[in-house]
């Protein structure tokens, strides 16, 4: 869900030639990298300011209201919106002799909690996407909806750099068939 404010319009993943855009390093630099964007890694506090002198003409961030309530969009008159990666996602991390060490009924009550969270933690962000984009909109910010069909090409391209990624360790390797799992159960990755 995360949204990508934009200096300039992107409306395909070829309109990333040259785009000079704020990442992380590692899967999501290589993914945008790959289509010919230029990932500047940046710490968060230099974000604004960066966009404000040109340094750069995007930034992943956040979702659509984190980035409007940030101020990314005084600069950023466009946005890549809905997201083209990223969901809301939080885990929870236990070790294992700690969890086998809960009864059945704590195990389920945990379960049942984090499961609660992170539905909430869903709806939430969608809400405050939803009214965030009517006032970006009333603020002359163009929402910019990717094709399913890009939206498709991103995302093979993405699995082809998890593929990449799993081969490091047997724990990446599964975390990366989980999700390439779940996306086919979704009907979103042939």
Request: glycine share 8%; charged share 30%; aromatic share 8%.
């Amino acid at each position: 869900v995360e949204s990508i404010p934009t200096t300039r319009r992107v409306a395909s993943p070829e309109d990333l030639e040259g785009l000079k855009i704020r990442l992380p390093q590692g899967m999501s630099s290589e993914l945008f990298a790959q289509f010919g964007a230029v990932p500047i890694n940046l710490p968060g506090s230099e974000v604004f300011s960066a966009m404000d002198s040109g340094t750069i003409e995007a930034t992943d961030w956040g979702t659509l209201a984190m980035n409007a309530e940030l101020g990314f969009h005084d600069e950023a008159k466009y946005a890549i919106y809905p997201g083209v990666h990223s969901m809301p996602a939080g885990d929870v991390s236990i070790p294992l002799e700690t969890w086998n060490s809960l009864s059945k009924e704590n195990q389920k009550i945990l379960t049942d909690g984090v499961r609660a969270f992170g539905l909430d933690m869903i709806e939430t962000l969608e809400q405050e996407d939803i009214e965030a984009a009517k006032r970006l909109k009333a603020d002359g910010v163009e929402l910019v909806e990717w094709s399913d069909e890009d939206r498709q090409a991103f995302r093979e391209a993405a699995v082809d750099i998890w593929r990449e990624y799993g081969k490091r360790s047997d724990l990446a390797g599964r975390a990366v068939a989980g999700q390439i799992e779940f996306l086919r159960s979704k009907g979103l990755i042939d």
